[in-house]
């Protein structure tokens, strides 16, 4: 999975391949001898060139010109988005063009500079976005096997419907095991585009790297409880001890979904029940997961106690579900996402219910969704 130590091997690392388009001769060729020594530039003078280019060869950057007969830079970059959604772009502009710039940003440009550009900004810039786009290709590359194999499962499972708890357990895993998984090689890459620049002594890029360590041990230890978990069901059932559940939704949101910022946490400081930590994070991924596939760009969840019981409100403005829909989706085995298995709300009831906690889930379409979680609130000693 990681990149081997260029150090150890005999031949040097390939140049990432750069893409400059101007139709002004000096400028172009001013820019491509300044990024020749750290990248494989090519050239273009026309966007129907560049656009050709991009067609046959996957670029880490494109330094793209606003202003350029025939078709102009946005125009340009519009077309290059239906070939290529992953690169990074810099859009560069004169003084005249600041905010056809900033509107560029919004039709998909990663960033603009001035033109001329500083030199050690330029540089500095791709590197950025080369980076940037090494960790995009990578994890589309993730997404699109993963979605594969979701679509294998959901067939197998059309066909050969599991009649025995553990075939049905281990479908359960692999379904599970996606997303910490896909979080163990997206930080992982990340990591190592670090470690490349670490010879720097930068102390900012140290603790960057320090984090994103941090990330992949604590993603790589739920995959291993996970594991554990499954190993151990047929000899003895899961310990339980007293545990933070606010602390459990918390860590999902960090570990799983990289911080998501549509993820907002409310209510109750904390709420201690009895049960697994993993389980309990199964729950939380798969619920969260739901939700944002949905179209949810707003996921509240709030944590509600009384004398007896902890409820848990999950809320989202999602697509949402008609009646029918709903009940499907609750008896499990049903989904309406392309790739989906519709094992997820059936996972959180089996685990649920193992923790004596309870769900029901209300939504109607264009309204997004709510799903209720009451657990038994332990007893703090």
Known sequence: MLTPDPTTSSTPPEKPLVLVVDDEYGPRESIAFSLASEFTVETAG???????????????????????????????????????????????????????????????????????????????SVRKQTQATRVRRQQAKINRETEQMNMALKREIEQNEPKIWQARASVELVH????????????????????????????????????????????????????????????????????????????????IFFGNAAIHLNGAAAAMVRGSKYELMRVFQNLFKNALEAGATRLSITFNRSERSVEVVIADNGTGMNDDSLKKALRGGFSNKQGGTGL?????????????????????????????LVFPLALET
Not at 344 to 366: D, F, N, Q, V, Y
């Open 176 to 255: 599970d095991l996606n997303n910490p998984l896909t979080v163990v090689i997206g930080y992982a890459t990340l990591l190592v585009e670090e470690a490349k620049v670490v010879a720097m002594a930068d102390p900012d890029r140290g603790k960057k790297i320090l984090e994103y360590a941090t990330m992949v041990e604590r993603a790589s230890e739920y995959c291993h409880h996970l594991s554990e978990n499954w190993r151990q069901a047929a000899k003895k059932a899961v310990e339980f001890s007293v545990l933070d559940l606010v602390q459990v939704a918390h860590e999902v949101r960090q570990v």
């Open 344 to 372: 997820g709300l059936s996972i959180c009831r089996h685990l649920l219910g193992a923790h004596g906690a309870t769900l029901a889930m209300e939504s109607k379409p264009g309204q997004g969704a709510t799903v209720r």
């Open 46 to 124: 026309r966007a129907s060139e560049a656009l050709a280019k991009i067609r046959e060869k996957a670029f880490a950057t494109i330094v793209l010109d606003i202003r350029m007969p025939e078709m102009d830079g946005i125009k340009a970059l519009e077309e290059l988005r239906k070939i290529d959604t992953e690169v990074s772009v810099i859009m560069l502009t004169g003084y005249g063009t600041l905010l056809t710039a900033q509107q560029s940003m919004v039709a998909g440009a990663n960033q603009y500079l001035r033109k001329p550009p500083d030199i050690a900004e330029l540089i500095e």
